[in-house]
Nanobody, 122 residues
Framework: QLQASGGGLVQAGGSLRLSCAAS????????MGWFRQAPGKEREFVAA????????YYADSVKGRFTISRDNAKNTVYLQMNRLKPEDTAVYYC?????????????????WGQGTQVTVSS
């Protein structure tokens, strides 16, 4: 199971750090990703990190503002979000893919956590 946390309400320009903790099984050999879904929109890719943490990939909309990282000893992945914008408002989901190196498509991910709401006010 994956448990996302850390969402909340923040003003534009502010920062939040999301966490995704795994329980019940280890995801230390799985690529991990973050997706988000804004009201009335489809879920979209945000960021992914390889199982080793050596590689990461970002959507253009968050590149340079968001950073994905992981701590395999804690079975946790993070998403540091800086310079937040109102358009970043969404429910954020973490996901795990045990079989791909750096997946960015939803269908590649086998395990999903519940979402955490991020609201950025203008």
């Amino acid at each position: 199971q994956l448990q996302a946390s850390g969402g909340g309400l923040v003003q534009a320009g502010g920062s939040l750090r999301l966490s995704c903790a795994a329980s019940g099984r280890t995801f230390s050999r799985s690529a991990m990703g973050w997706f988000r879904q804004a009201p009335g929109k489809e879920r979209e890719f945000v960021a992914a990190i390889s199982w080793s943490g050596s590689s990461s990939y970002y959507a253009d909309s968050v590149k340079g503002r968001f950073t994905i990282s992981r701590d395999n000893a804690k079975n946790t992945v993070y998403l540091q979000m800086n310079r937040l914008k109102p358009e970043d408002t969404a429910v954020y989901y973490c996901a795990a893919d045990p079989s791909s190196w750096l997946p960015y498509e939803e269908y590649e991910y086998d395990y999903w956590g519940q979402g955490t709401q991020v609201t950025v006010s203008s």
